[in-house]
């Protein structure tokens, strides 16, 4: 069974305080991780697709990264605008082009 | 991008009623799903809509309960039947575009 699993469950930062947010999967056979931005009441925004380990892709302060077992959501010198909860999923080759969705990262930037 | 529009955007019903919620893309696409989102939690598939067939469900959720339409390439709908405050959640729509998958703004639904 496909599984996904995102760490830490919160995270308070500082503006401009980097890190990176943690997503482990396992799936057999990976046709692609995704990366979601999901604000409250809202329905979850693209931001990242990763097809094959080593594959990285950036977007303004954010950068995505894929190994064969997990994915990094690198966030630089966050802004209080940044704070949302961030979703990793999973679709795999044999699941019918359904998503697995992890529990989600809630992320808060300070001013 | 696609858009995804859906309606109501919330609703407070009550227990034994049904709701049935509208999805609407702005372009034809292939593939649509509907998702559940229960308070805290992270979103679950109930169900793929099939154009011109029955939808196909997911472990642990049933026609009977959440039956689901898609009569055209754009559309689908969901209905939640016989509601229990159970079944209080946000209810998700998505489909597969140029960007991968979509999604709409959601449905908070409160059953009391």
């Known amino acids: 069974e496909d599984q996904v699993t995102q760490s830490p469950e919160a995270l308070r930062l500082q503006e401009g305080e980097s890190s990176s947010l943690n997503c482990s999967y396992t799936?057999?056979?990976?046709?692609?991780l995704f990366w979601y931005r999901q604000d409250p009441g809202k329905g979850p925004e693209f931001l990242f697709t990763l097809y094959s380990a080593g594959e990285e892709k950036e977007k303004e302060r954010l950068k995505a990264t894929l190994t064969k077992k997990e994915s990094f959501l690198h966030i630089t010198a966050p802004k209080p605008e940044d704070s949302a909860t961030y979703l990793c999923?999973?679709?795999?080759?044999?699941?019918?082009?359904?998503?697995?969705f992890g529990q989600g990262t809630r992320l808060t930037i300070n001013p | 991008s696609a858009v995804i529009s859906q309606k109501p955007s919330r609703d407070i019903c009550q227990r034994g009623t049904s709701l049935t919620i509208q999805c609407q893309v702005d372009s034809q696409v292939t593939m649509m799903f509907w998702y559940r989102q229960q308070p805290g939690q992270s979103l679950t598939l109930i169900a793929t809509a099939n154009q011109g067939s029955e939808a196909t469900y997911e472990s642990g959720f049933v026609i009977d309960k959440f039956p689901i339409s898609r009569p055209n390439l754009t559309f689908s709908t969901l209905t939640v039947s016989n509601m229990s405050p159970e079944d209080s959640s946000i209810y998700l729509c998505s489909a597969t575009t140029s960007y991968g998958y979509t999604f709409g703004s959601g449905t908070r639904l409160t059953v009391v």
């Open positions: 999923a999973v679709q795999s080759i044999q699941g019918a082009q359904k998503l697995v």
């Open positions: 799936v057999s056979g990976l046709r692609g």
